[in-house]
């Protein structure tokens, strides 16, 4: 098989599951569109049924007299998106935002377009609906941060924890019946669980021999080790936010939610209040919808800048040259963050023999690990993704059409692995100092930012990604490793092999082997943009919550620590709705 093989076999597949999307099989799963008349008027409009926004109209349907008008601009997750083992096969299409980075003439030059394709979801979950189901909160060192930051406690660890557990229903057997269990919620909506794998012992000793700790759970107490990872699935099934947020109050009378409809607009009043929304309707209508009481904008940490800027709030100057009226003079997607990963692939012993694809599960054994190079610092450095695959047809699958490299390294890779086993690994720099930025490319609302990740344009990213991902590699020297005479596969078009084992070679292969973490957070962050409280500065009656409002990026997958955002936002609206409400 040849990379370009690799990716046409996916698009056809993809072409069957567009055929099998008109039958609408799952339809019958999400919220009927509502039925709004222009100038409809509603207590909250949310903007954004994603990883936060669903959440937030979950809970503030909770009140009996409240009205929700809940707005999203794509339309229904399709089959792809509830079966686990089919994820990669969302990617690029109308669910996917299919954004695009800058070139920046440094990082992303091994990659088609020397760009990213950060793919986000377009649909009911948002990105929970696209994303590798992983269950990963960040640890308590992430939050205790957001509270110094911010000045206020709480959002502390100690304080967010209660919500991670709010919207949890754990149902891992395992975990249930251990100390674990006191970290987990067992009554919310969404469920976790794991699939124990065998074929992962055997590396679990590897990683134990280079120091690591083997752990049943990292979302507690114990944020450093190796694990089998924690999954948003359950009966084999996706629990995205639409899935089990949305997916059981679909009926309630006052949740009003309209699909493939994109918000251009946030409409404020003289005093600056924001009074309600300018939207687009699917055959291109422009309408508008009031809120008595607020704005919640919770459309990501891509669209809620962008929309923010379209409304008048963000950087004057920007505004200015765009012909935008300023609201609010602020920094607004000025502070974008992104884990950035560095792939790694080990050939292994001969390939066993294959096994059915389990579609109820994400198609590989994988293992999560966090790793400090301090061993006495309790929270880690660097994140370690590992797959352990059969052979590497995934590998090149994942190289070539999900993480777009260049054809040149996913064939190198796939050829010189052909018959083994592959462990495929992702290295990833949890707090990277550098910071990107999003920009108006015009003031049409449907044509997508610019975007500047910024990748590695702080040195000491660069310089300490080539540690971890140095440290991560010692695996190879391992009793086990060296028993099936393992090797890491070279890339070779990368021209760092001249150099090999220096602290020059481990910056060139990361350079090269880099990819977004697609964990975009921070361009609209509290302290900065929105207070701790979420209110946006300047303004009265809009917040935003979504990954945008995080000070500093978790150290771990961002989809939980939205989610719990939406649980957090809700509570403060609710209580902010009952002290303006006191007589």
Same mark, same amino acid.
């Given at each position: 098989m040849n990379a370009t093989s690799a990716v046409l076999g996916i698009k056809k597949i993809q072409g069957a599951l567009k055929i099998l999307a008109a039958l609408q #099989?799952?339809?019958?799963?999400?919220?009927?569109?509502?039925?709004?008349q222009d100038g409809a008027c509603f207590d909250y409009i949310i903007v954004g049924a994603g990883s936060a926004g669903s959440v937030i109209a979950n809970r503030l349907t909770e009140l009996d007299k409240a009205t929700v008008l809940l707005i999203e601009a794509g339309g229904d997750p399709p089959v792809e998106s509830v079966i686990p083992g089919l994820l990669p096969f969302l990617k690029n299409t109308e669910v996917d935002w299919n954004y695009e980075t800058e070139n920046d003439g440094y990082s992303q030059q091994y990659h088609k377009n020397y760009g990213v394709e950060l793919t986000r979801g377009k649909m009911l979950g948002g990105s929970s609906s696209i994303n590798f189901l992983a269950y990963t909160r960040g640890n308590y060192h992430d939050f205790n941060n957001w509270a110094k930051m911010t000045g206020d406690e709480?959002?502390?660890?100690?304080?967010? #924890?209660?919500?991670?557990k709010k919207s949890e229903r754990l149902v891992d057997p395992v975990m249930l019946h251990s100390s674990a269990r006191s970290f987990h919620g067992t009554d919310g909506y969404l469920a976790t669980t794991r699939k124990y794998n065998e074929e992962v012992l055997k590396y679990f000793e590897a990683f134990q021999e280079v120091g690591n700790r083997i752990v049943l759970d990292t979302n507690g107490d114990t944020p450093l080790g190796i694990t089998e990872c924690m999954f948003n699935i359950d009966n084999g099934v996706r629990q995205s936010t639409a899935q089990s947020?949305?997916?059981?109050?679909?009926?309630?009378?006052?949740?009003f939610v309209l699909k493939n409809t994109l918000v251009s607009k946030i409409l404020f009043d003289e005093d600056k209040n924001a009074i309600g929304v300018e939207a687009i309707l699917e055959n291109d209508d422009v309408v508008q919808f009031k809120a008595d009481k607020e704005v919640i904008v919770s459309a990501g940490a891509i669209n809620t800048p962008q929309l923010l800027m379209l409304s008048g709030i963000g950087p004057?100057?920007?505004?200015?040259?765009?012909n935008i009226p300023v609201v609010s003079d602020l920094p607004v997607g000025q502070s974008l963050q992104d884990h950035i990963m560095v792939m790694m692939a080990h050939k292994m012993g001969k390939s066993p023999p294959p096994k059915p694809v389990d579609y109820s599960y994400i198609g590989s054994p994988l293992m999560m690990g966090y790793t400090s190079l301090n061993k006495s610092k309790n929270y880690p450095d660097y994140q370690s993704i590992n797959f352990i695959m059969n052979d590497p047809t995934p590998m090149l699958q994942f190289c070539s059409f999900y993480f777009s490299y260049i054809?040149?390294?996913?064939?190198?890779?796939?050829?010189?692995?052909?018959?083994?086993?592959?462990?495929?690994?992702l290295v990833i720099l949890l707090y990277p100092e550098s910071r990107g930025r999003i920009l108006l490319r015009s003031t049409d609302p449907k044509e997508k930012p610019i975007i500047y990740t910024g990748y590695y344009s702080d040195p000491v990213d660069l310089e300490r990604h080539a540690m971890y991902v140095e440290d991560f590699a010692k695996i190879q020297h391992t009793e086990f490793f060296e028993s099936v005479n393992a090797e890491r596969v070279e890339p070779e078009v990368c021209g760092c092999e001249n150099k090999y084992s220096t602290e020059e070679y481990w910056k060139c292969y990361a350079l090269c082997m880099m990819v977004s973490g697609y964990h975009y957070s921070g361009s609209a962050a509290m302290g900065v943009v929105v207070d701790s409280r979420l209110n946006v500065f300047g303004v009265q009656k809009l917040r935003v919550a979504d990954a945008s409002v995080m000070p500093k990026i978790t150290g771990a997958n961002t989809n939980a620590a939205t989610i719990m955002i939406g649980e957090r936002a809700a509570d403060i609206i609710k209580e902010d709705l009952f002290l303006r409400s006191r007589c």
């Open positions: #099989l799952t339809a019958y799963l999400w919220p009927q569109q509502a039925q709004v709480s959002w502390n660890w100690e304080n967010v #924890l209660p919500y991670f947020f949305l997916h059981p109050i679909k009926d309630r009378p006052n949740l004057k100057e920007h505004l200015e040259s765009h054809d040149e390294i996913c064939q190198t890779l796939y050829d010189k692995s052909i018959g083994k086993e592959v462990l495929f690994s």
